[in-house]
């Protein structure tokens, strides 16, 4: 790997950690960060590389959140499953927690398993990214407004019922199908459209990435066919370690900027990224796939 590939490779970690949880689509940044700054990699390989990198931004979500996704230990287990035994191991209101995010994962993990390639296929071009980067950014502002002067009835996760998160699970399908939606930018504006905090809906968002991310991960793992070099691995394995470092302050950051203020900043990034993506489309300057 040459010095320019480690940069490059720096550079995709570093958008990657940014956008990954930022709602602003992390695949359209990644589509205009490739047609201007090339990695070095194969065709095959770079499909690989979008989808792999993001395990570096998982990790930063399971570190930080370490106390609150790990269901077992007898230390501040407020809600033992039993109270002897091996069931005062046993943290029952994580497992709850857990549940319900596996129940969020079912729509979107059903299609993607069916229809992966397909939809890849049919959606992945400029005219769907610009589309929906601009429809959710106006979903956000829209939503925001109308939720100004009201109070969310769930304010944390575990509040969360269960109808809820497959709802929350039916908004993520969404971003599944379309890329530029934003899988976090769909769960956050779907969760506070239905009455959930924004605090909650973004840590939910977090807690629902980890199985995602780690099964889209694998998924894609499994399916590639194509020959790997030494140089590609390294990239890659650069691309995450960045993506984590970065994930870890912008997740930090993100949660303290929700707690004063809304997502409507967001909804008009994503107004302009949409305008610039049909700008530079037409001009026929974005590369896809």
């Known amino acids: 790997m040459s010095v320019i ?25 990644m589509i205009l960060l490739d047609s201007f700054l090339k990695l070095n ?7 690989l590389y979008l989808v792999v990198i993001q395990l570096g931004a998982i990790l930063a979500v399971v570190v930080l959140y370490w106390k609150e996704l790990w269901p077992f230990g007898i230390k501040d287990n407020e809600h033992p499953w039993k109270k002897d035994g091996i069931g005062r191991w046993v943290k029952a209101d994580k497992f709850v927690m857990w549940f319900k995010i596996l ?26 990214v610009s589309i929906m980067l601009i429809v959710f950014g106006v979903a956000f502002i829209v939503v925001e407004r109308w939720m100004k002067d009201k109070e969310p009835h769930t304010k944390s996760i575990d509040e969360i019922t ?110 302009a990224v949409g305008v610039i993506f049909i700008i530079l489309g037409i001009a026929g300057l974005l590369k896809m796939g």
């Not at 950690?17 to 689509?25: A, D, F, N």
């Open 41 to 47: 990699v194969s065709e095959e390989f770079y499909k």
């Open 103 to 128: 129940v969020a994962c079912v729509p979107a993990a059903v299609v993607g398993i069916l229809f992966d390639d397909f939809l890849d296929e049919l959606f992945y071009n400029w005219v769907c």
């Open 162 to 271: 269960y109808p809820q998160a497959f709802l929350i699970g039916a908004f993520q399908l969404i971003a599944a199908v379309f890329p530029g939606t934003s899988r976090s930018g769909s769960t956050i504006v779907g969760s506070i459209g239905i009455g959930i905090s924004r605090e909650a809906a973004a840590k939910f968002t977090f807690f629902l990435a980890v199985p995602v991310m780690l099964g889209a991960s694998l998924l894609k793992i499994l399916k590639f066919e194509g020959d790997v070099t030494g140089a590609e691995i390294a990239m890659l394995l650069v691309g995450m370690a960045v993506a984590f470092i970065v994930s870890w302050f912008v997740i930090k950051k993100l949660m303290a900027y929700i707690r004063k203020h809304d997502f409507t900043v967001f909804g008009w990034y994503r107004i």
């Open 5 to 29: 590939d480690f940069i490059v490779s720096i550079i995709y970690g570093i958008v990657e950690g940014i956008t990954e949880w930022l709602p602003i689509s992390s695949t359209g940044h």
